[in-house]
C-alpha cells in the first residue's frame, strides 16, 4: 500500500515509460555504466510487463549498434561471469532523435 496518491502517480509514470522506451532507447539511462545484457533484458522485461526472448532480445538489440563490448566480465559473481557492455552514445543519440522501433517488441 502506498500513502495517498501515490499508488496513481508510480502507475502513471511506468505508462509514461513503457511509451517512451518504444520511440527512445531510454533503458540505458536507467542502468549503471557498465552492465549486462541480462541486465538489460530484465529492464526492458521489467519496464514492458511482458517476457522477451533471449537470443531475439539480444540480436536485436547488438544489430541496433548501441552497445560497445568493453571486453570485461563481471566480478565477484556466484555464477559463469557475464561481458559488460556500454551504450555507444553517438549511435544512441541518433536513434533517440530518430526515434526506433523498440526493437521490434
Known sequence: ELAFDH????TAAKEQLKRKIKIQPIGFNLLPEKFTL???HRLYE???????????????VQKLG?????????RGVPHKPSELYKFNE????????????NFGF
Open 46 to 60: 521489467s519496464i514492458l510487463d511482458k517476457p522477451l526472448d533471449k537470443r531475439n532480445f539480444r540480436r536485436k
Open 90 to 101: 553517438e549511435r544512441y543519440l541518433e536513434l533517440s532523435q530518430d526515434g526506433f522501433d
Open 38 to 40: 541480462s541486465q538489460l
Open 66 to 74: 548501441i552497445l560497445t563490448n568493453l571486453k570485461e566480465k563481471q
Open 7 to 10: 499508488f496513481e502517480i508510480l
